[in-house]
């Protein structure tokens, strides 16, 4: 997978992730894969590679979790596992800013703020389906006030 700046080349091997220079196809850094931590329930699956627009970090993704991997400090990575076991899975990542936006199905929303480490989740969200017009919103819960509306850009 080339990172967006193409400087990078990332590749997977079942232990380590490697990073490699585009100009001369040698290892850039490399990181080992943590199976260790990983559900015996689920089959294996092969994970998802991302890059962020700054090709400074590349993210890992499973349904089970998801790591943030720095090319420019290689000791420091952000795991995130899936709270949900197996009631759901994690459908998709992105990264705003320095932010990690990781939705799950079935409506759960966490924004992690890394740099701060903190994070902050979204439940009972839903999307728009057919002619509704509004992407995103809370789902309203019998005996709770109403959440305030909530629009935001996710990429698929």
Known sequence: SPSPDGHYIAGLTPHHLYIYYTSSLTIACSFPLDHLNTPTTRSVEAPTLHWTPCSLFIILQTSSYVSLHSLANTSSRVKIANGSASLGRIASVDV????????????????????????????????????????WGIRRVKGKAEGTFLTFLVLF
């Open 96 to 135: 705003f800013g320095e932010d990690v936006v990781v939705v799950w199905e079935f409506g759960r929303v966490g924004i992690f703020e890394v740099g701060r480490g903190r994070v902050t989740e979204i439940g009972e969200l839903k999307t728009g389906i057919g002619s509704l017009r509004s992407a």
